[in-house]
């Protein structure tokens, strides 16, 4: 698809877009003596990670890095994730992701991560921002094994809120799979187009331009424990929210959605479930991320 503010026979089109960035990070986290390590770290191109830290003792807390601040058209971030049996990581980002206009070519974002049997993870990126005319794909596979636990999230801001902009051209993909080998517990495959009717349908956005999901799996991801969590959750005009619990005999799943007008309460809300999940889920305290106070 070429842009429209390029003639199909205009030769400048192609000299007018911009260079792509690919690029990929594969990171492994283990057991080493009495704390869970970032044993391997490799990347290429524009994807990184900050030193590991240590905040709750033995529990390894990394920040990917994605120097250019934003997405492009053309560009393809891969990333991939392993935490061996036994180990516990906290993987987060600085900041939010900014899918910028794409010039008619789609983004992409590849996330797989494996958590081995007896490992936990906690996936807490914060949102992204897709701008006007951007093409957005967002991916993501996590694959947790018998006895490990997962707590993660994602949302998603259409629009630049902070300076007014509105959503009025683009389409976001957002592909995310919740697994176990071959069996899948949860997924979901859409399409939105920024000119959709769903967007402001009743049974689809309702006007609100701030998704958020929330997924949390382990032993813990029980049904009454989704009642309690449910019990704080707001419904109104601006803000609402709902829990369902995904029963399965070997690896049962909480899924929270939200909806919003502003990202601000979005994100409160789900740190705030994610608090109330991380010891019914891990069994480990919650300590909110240094990050989401600077």
């Known amino acids: 698809m070429r842009h429209p503010d390029f003639p199909a026979d205009d030769p400048a089109a192609t000299l007018a877009m911009p260079a792509a960035w690919h690029a990929s990070l594969r990171l492994r986290f283990a057991v080493r003596g009495e704390r869970s390590a970032l044993v391997e770290r490799r990347h290429a191109g524009p994807l990184m990670v900050q030193k590991p830290l240590y ?80 093409r957005a794909r967002l991916a993501t596979t996590v694959e947790v094994a018998p006895g490990a636990s997962a707590i993660g999230w994602d949302a998603l801001v259409l629009g630049r809120q902070a300076s007014g902009e ?43 331009p701030v998704l958020g999901t929330l997924w949390a799996v382990g032993a813990g991801a029980t049904q009454d424990l989704a009642e309690r969590l449910a019990e704080s959750l707001p419904y109104r005009a601006d803000l609402r929210a709902g829990v369902t619990c995904l029963a399965d005999a070997e690896q049962p799943m909480l899924l929270l959605r939200v909806l919003g007008a502003r990202i601000e309460p979005v994100r409160e809300l789900m740190v705030a479930a994610w608090s109330a999940l991380r010891m019914p889920i891990h069994g480990v305290e919650a300590k909110p991320l240094r990050l989401w106070s600077t």
């Open 55 to 134: 905040p709750e003792g033995g529990i390894c807390h990394a920040v990917v890095l994605h120097p250019p601040a934003g997405i492009a058209g053309g560009d393809v971030l891969d990333i991939d994730i392993g935490i061996e049996s036994g180990a516990h990581a906290v993987l987060a980002t600085p900041g939010a992701t900014k899918w910028y206009k794409s010039l008619g070519r789609d983004a992409s974002q590849c996330v797989r991560i494996v958590v081995a049997t007896g490992a936990r993870l906690d996936w807490l990126p914060q949102e992204n921002i897709v701008f006007d005319d951007a």
């Open 166 to 208: 509105q959503w009025r051209r683009g389409t976001a993909w957002m592909d995310t799979r919740i697994g176990q080998g071959t069996r899948t517990l949860w997924r979901e495959h859409a399409r939105l187009d920024a000119d959709s009717l769903l967007r402001h349908a009743r049974v689809g956005l309702d006007g609100l």
